[in-house]
Structures are given as structure tokens and as C-alpha cells.
């Protein structure tokens, strides 16, 4: 992976200095620029060599010196797209980068080369003779980018702090999207943590036309996810499908195989990195699969055992380690202030472990993430039809009687505990249906918003996200619609930002497999019942590895990636001599409700594990930002 940042407009050459040496995590190997500050046009990239070490440098120029281009990703069809424009006329430089693909690319094919790309990836491009710029971003959102448009500056970079680093461009906080962030627990895009500053959102391109006395700047979609299903799949039958989605999966481990690094496995013991695993061992001349796991000492969290059996059935390397509280309490400041933006999934502090654990040994690692979003993997799928039932038999005076029983019930520590998911459940249901699934993931009850925040936004301000997509987006059962919640949101927002801030912190480079544009487009053609059926998710691809994988692994209850949040949070806020830990001093919080929640969580008589740890998140982010406290 890379580190990409650049600016056309007021700003000199100091300012794209401190912007791209902020992100030496991302590109340890390499540094390069493009600085002309007669024409105000500025171009910086940090580079992490995994393909075409010794040629692959940026920017990197086409013959001419008219365009370059900066580049964070892999593309994985890089070797088809340099085949097809050799045979139109293109001669290549490199051997084999994919970065001059997207040069020549970029030449031939303009504003529709993304749509072209089978891969993880944000670039841009700068055509010196016309006085533009051309962005892009992957269909899902796996490399990230900011921007910056305002007082005649559009700038762009992989990292917000990177951003905020240009002198012209203040860290000032966004009303709207603290708001998001205790709705949702991440800011979705385009919204971003500071004012005028954005994301641009995945499966999007950017053109910006800085001919004139300011940058004019043009947004749209180029690709989304539809959910089509096609019923007519079901004449070839199961058997037949089955085969399809493992072949796919297959093909999709095969692309991601390719390096010039070692690659190894982050792997848990379930079913997504199970087939992973499946694939990879069955890859000619790769030789034993490394694979890394990270334990828990509470067995509720623990995938050790599970991920033990799998590798010894698959004969791979296999590497444990073990995070305990001591430990996780250590790297908490560090890992949340190199966040960038704050989110509530505390499952980022394992996710670096796990990638410092494997960078000590390769340079990349596949990874299952995108499994659950593609094939139905999570529990809201299963919540989904009672919560229905619930919500049109409940009278709204019954459901706040539930609500007060349940909220009396003891906390438990245990991983998905019935406690846990049913304060969760009522939580949602008081709600209109399309906002349900963030809600339920939240880290606070909307209705308790006026009390955290000084001057909140109204609910459908907040979740309009959701409730849009809920309403009008192309899916239409409510299973599908549900599913195109975590693909467009959760997945981009959350779960692929958490994966790539905590590879990058340890300059390893990661590579989700079910996220290949062949696998997904077979995905979004099959019907939801073959992703979902008698209460279990993810039908067909047990199917496909009914003969290939243990019993123990394809019989096995989601456990996900999570900790045990509400018991470290309790020993954590009896810490310091019984003070309440880090509390964000945020412009809009409330210091005095998030005191109180400290106090609440440590007694162990409510659950504010979420609230807390968006909290914690939020202060350290705050504190590391440039110009805060550290």
C-alpha cells in the first residue's frame, strides 16, 4: 500500500512536504514529489514496494510528462488492461507495475478507466496540458481518500490528519458528522470529521478542472453495488451454484496471490478464512500458508483453537498470539490517535496486533472481510424477521416496559451474550424500520442524542444515510435491502476503514477476497435465499465447502472479530485511582454525560461499551490531530 497527497492552488512546497511525511506508515520504502509552484500544481506519494520493486516509483509520468499519477492499491486485472492497450498502440515502460496501467489507461480510456478495475485502489491522475485532475476510488472503498475544496485550494490525500496538515486547511470540527459518528458509530461518506473537508465516497470519481481563477469541481457514481437477484439461477441448481461461487472464490484467491512479497492469511476460525485457506493450499508452488491468528484469555473471544484445527487440517504455518488487558490498555493511545477519523469498533486494537504479528513475516496477508456483507453473514439477518413480528404486535407502552425489564437485566461479559442482543433488539425497533441496523449498532440510543450533544441534528438529519437507501435503494426484499445497509455503510465505514488504518499502521498490505468484481457480480445476482435460510447465513458457500472444510468450522456460531469491550471498559474506568479515563474535551460534548457513563460502566450496572469507547476514540483522534494537544 501507498500514501498519496496533492493540491493545486495556494500552498508551496512545505505544505505537500508535511502532508506526505505524515504517512510514512503507509509508504516506508519510498518517497517522491511533483512540485511546480509556478503553475501552483503539487503532487507527493510514500511508497510500500509490493509489486515491480525496482520501477514502480511515483508520481509516476507517461512518456511526454503531460500526465502523472499517484496511486495507493492493487489492481488485479493490471496484466489483462496492459494487454489490451499494447494491442492498441501503448508501449509500456515497466515490466509489470499496474501503476502505469492507470497512466495509459488514463490516456486511452478517460473518465470510464475505473470502471475498468478489478482491484483496491484510490489515484490520481494530473494532466499538466489540461489543467485537470481526475480521482477515483474502488467500488467498496478498500483505499481511502479525503478532499479539500475551499478559497480557490482543492487538496486530496489517503489520510485526513495528512490533509489538515496543509497550512490552509484548519482541523475544525463538523457539527453534522460528530452527530454521525454517536448515530452510526463511523462517519459515512462523503461526511468527514473536520468542516470542508470529505470523503470521496467508494465506487466514485472526481474531475476537477483548475483551468480557470478556481477549481471546479464535478462528483459522480460510476459504479454500485445493484442486488438484482435472478430466479432463473435456480433451474441450474444448488449443486451447480455451489461449484461457481468456489471457482470464483478460487479465482479471486489466485489474483490476490499475486507479489512480489511474501503473502500469508489473517486467520480466525471461521468459515470466511476457512475457504480462504481452502484456496490458498490448493494454490501450485505457494508451498505452507502462513497464517496468524490473535487469542483472547476470555474463551468466549477466543478463535485459537478453532484457527488451530484449521491450519493443522490445511498443513499451514500457523502463528498465534494472545492480547490480554495489560497489554490492549498499552496500545490503546497510540492506536486510536493514529485513527484518523474516530469509529466505535474497539476490534481495531486485534486487527493491528494481528498485523504487527504477520508484518514480521510477509508483506501482505488476505483477509475474509466482505464475506458477511456478500453472502448474509450477520446476526441483524436473523433478528430481522421477529424484530418485524415485535414491532407490529408490541403497543408502544408495552415496548417501554420491555425496554426497562431488559435494561435490568445483569450485564454480561460474554461475546454476543442474550443480554447484549436483546437490549440491542428494543433498542432498534422504537424506530422506523430503515434505520433499525444502525441503531442497533450504535453507540448511543438516538433518543438520548440531545443529552451527549449541546445541539444535535434531528433523527432523519442523522440517519438519512440509511433511511435513503432503505427507501430507495434499488434492492427490493427487505433481506436485500438489509444487505445493501452493510455493503454501501457499514462495510466502506466501518469494517474496511478499520482494516486498512490498522494494516497501514504496520505497513503491511491487506487484500479482501470476497470482494473480487467477479465474485460480487455473482453475488448480487443470486437470490437471497441462498445466502440466508433457516436462520443460518451464508448458505451456499457451506454448501461449497461441505467436503472441504471440518465439521467443527462449518457447524461453528458467528463469533466475529470482537472483544470483551464491557469487561476491559469496566476495569479500565476503575483505573487512575478510580477516575474516569480520556474524556474527549470535543467541542458540542457533553463531559459531564460521558463522566457519568464512566461511572456506570465501572459499577458494572449499564452497558455503555460503544458510547465509551467512541468517546476514547474521539479524544485521542482530537489530541493527535495537527494543532491538538500532543
Known amino acids: 500500500m501507498c500514501g498519496l497527497a496533492g493540491f493545486v492552488g495556494p500552498g508551496e512546497r512545505s505544505d505537500i512536504e508535511a502532508m506526505t511525511r505524515s504517512m510514512v506508515a503507509r509508504g516506508p520504502d519510498a518517497e517522491g514529489y511533483h512540485i511546480d509552484e509556478a503553475a501552483a500544481m503539487f503532487l507527493g506519494h510514500r511508497r510500500l514496494a509490493i509489486r515491480d520493486l525496482e520501477g514502480g516509483g511515483q508520481p509516476m509520468w507517461n512518456r511526454s510528462r503531460t500526465l502523472a499519477v499517484v496511486y495507493n492499491g492493487e489492481i488485479y486485472n493490471h496484466e489483462e488492461l496492459r494487454a489490451e492497450l499494447e494491442r492498441l498502440g501503448h508501449r509500456f ?95 459515512p461518506a462523503p461526511a468527514a470529521l473536520y468542516r470542508d473537508t470529505a470523503k470521496l465516497p ?93 487469542g483472547f484469555r476470555e474463551q468466549s473471544y477466543d478463535e485459537r483453537p478453532g484457527a488451530r484445527a484449521l491450519a493443522e487440517h490445511f498443513g499451514a504455518e500457523h502463528h498465534e498470539n494472545t492480547l490480554d488487558f495489560e497489554s490492549a490498555l498499552q496500545s490503546v493511545p497510540e492506536v486510536l490517535g493514529r485513527l484518523d477519523e474516530p469509529f466505535a469498533d474497539a476490534s481495531i486494537i486485534p486487527t493491528r496486533l494481528v498485523s504487527a504479528f504477520a508484518s514480521k513475516k510477509v508483506r ?161 445476482r443470486l437470490p437471497f435465499r441462498y445466502k440466508f435460510r433457516n436462520g443460518q447465513g451464508k448458505y451456499l458457500l457451506r454448501k461449497a465447502l461441505a467436503k472441504r472444510l471440518p465439521a467443527s468450522t462449518l457447524r461453528r456460531p458467528k463469533k466475529g472479530f470482537g472483544i470483551p469491550l464491557d469487561q476491559w471498559l469496566r476495569r479500565y474506568a476503575m483505573g487512575d485511582g478510580g477516575r474516569p479515563p480520556a474524556i474527549p474535551d470535543f ?26 469507547w467512541t468517546c476514547l476514540s474521539l479524544h485521542h483522534v482530537a489530541i493527535n490531530r495537527p494543532g491538538g494537544e500532543a
Request: charged share 25%; hydrophobic share 40%.
Open 587 to 612: 467541542p458540542g460534548v457533553s463531559k459531564r454525560y460521558v463522566e457519568s457513563a464512566w461511572h456506570a460502566q465501572g459499577r458494572g450496572r449499564e452497558d455503555h461499551r460503544y458510547l465509551l
Open 202 to 294: 467508494a465506487g466514485h470519481q472526481m474531475r476537477v478542472d483548475f483551468s480557470g481563477e478556481a477549481p471546479v469541481v464535478r462528483t459522480e457514481r460510476y459504479w454500485h453495488l445493484a442486488l438484482c437477484p435472478d430466479d432463473t439461477m435456480a433451474e441450474r441448481g444448488e449443486d451447480d451454484l455451489a461449484d461457481e461461487l468456489l471457482a470464483l472464490l478460487h479465482q479471486s484467491v489466485e489474483r490476490r496471490l499475486v507479489s512480489d512479497v511474501p503473502v500469508g492469511l489473517f486467520l480466525s476460525s471461521g468459515l470466511d478464512s476457512g475457504s480462504i485457506l481452502d484456496a490458498m493450499s490448493a494454490s501450485e508452488g505457494l508451498g505452507p500458508v502462513q497464517s496468524f491468528t490473535i
Open 93 to 187: 515502460v515497466t515490466s509489470h507495475s499496474d501503476t502505469e496501467v492507470l497512466i495509459h489507461g488514463y490516456a486511452e480510456w478517460g473518465d470510464t478507466l475505473a470502471s475498468r478495475i478489478n482491484g483496491m485502489f484510490a489515484f490520481a491522475v494530473m494532466d499538466t496540458q489540461k489543467h485537470s485532475l481526475y480521482l477515483a476510488r474502488d467500488r467498496f472503498g478498500e483505499k481511502p481518500l479525503y478532499t479539500y475544496s475551499c478559497n480557490g485550494l482543492f487538496a486530496f490525500a489517503s489520510e485526513l490528519d495528512a490533509l489538515v496538515r496543509h497550512s490552509q486547511i484548519a482541523a475544525e470540527p463538523d457539527r453534522r458528522a460528530l452527530a454521525k459518528l454517536f448515530g452510526y458509530g463511523y462517519i
Open 364 to 524: 501482505v496477508a488476505l483477509s475474509g472481510d466482505g464475506g458477511d456483507e456478500m453472502l448474509a453473514g450477520y446476526d441483524p439477518f436473523r433478528a430481522l424477521a421477529p424484530a418485524r413480528f415485535y414491532a407490529r404486535v408490541m403497543p408502544r407502552s408495552g415496548h417501554a416496559l420491555a425496554r426497562r425489564l431488559v435494561e435490568a437485566l445483569p450485564c454480561s461479559s460474554r461475546n454476543m451474550s442474550l443480554d447484549f442482543k436483546l437490549r440491542r433488539a428494543l433498542m432498534g425497533v422504537g424506530y422506523p424500520e430503515g434505520a433499525w441496523a444502525p441503531v442497533w449498532m450504535a453507540p448511543i440510543d438516538p433518543a438520548l442524542m440531545g443529552e451527549l450533544l449541546e445541539d444535535p441534528p434531528q433523527f432523519e438529519e442523522i440517519y438519512d444515510d440509511a433511511l435513503d437507501l432503505w427507501e430507495s435503494g434499488p434492492a427490493k426484499s427487505r433481506g436485500d435491502r438489509l444487505l445493501q445497509f452493510f455493503t454501501a455503510l457499514y462495510l466502506q465505514n466501518d469494517i474496511l476503514t478499520k482494516l486498512d488504518r490498522a494494516s497501514m499502521m504496520e505497513s503491511l498490505e491487506t487484500r479482501t477476497v470476497f470482494l473480487d468484481n467477479d465474485f460480487v457480480d455473482f453475488c448480487a
